[in-house]
Nanobody
């Protein structure tokens, strides 16, 4: 099984920024993020698992849910073999646990959590108002 590793969870003030790295130990960036579509997912209270960003292995274009569009991006660092969730203009409702997850293939499909083959353990984010 492939395990992803998220980190960077912290307490930040409303309006602040935070960057969450996602890494796949043992795999080079070109061998994993370019071949497997990746989503960032969060656990939304009262909603359950909610996808917030998605990008195909071809990295043609990232997509975001309306609640985070314009505030969150998913940059990558080839030298460090990591994909990030960059969170700006954070709001109290962004406080929850965030997960990085990948499909077994290079295409993102409609979000069904059980379709994602590899998950991380999650990282907790808190926002002070």
């Amino acid at each position: 099984d492939v395990r992803l590793v998220e980190s960077g969870g912290d307490l930040v003030p409303a309006g602040g920024s935070l960057r969450l790295p996602c890494a796949v130990p043992g795999f080079g960036f070109t061998g994993r993020f370019s071949e497997h579509a990746t989503r960032w997912v969060r656990h939304a209270p009262g909603v359950g698992l909610e996808w917030i960003s998605a990008i195909d292995g071809s990295r043609s274009k990232a997509s975001y849910i309306e609640a985070v569009r314009g505030r969150f991006t998913i940059p990558r660092d080839n030298a460090k073999n990591k994909l990030y969730l960059q969170k700006d203009s954070m709001r109290p409702e962004d406080a929850t646990k965030y997960y990085c997850a990948q499909y077994s293939g290079s295409i993102c499909y409609d979000f069904i959590p059980t379709d994602l083959a590899s998950w991380g353990q999650g990282t907790q984010v808190a926002v002070s108002s």
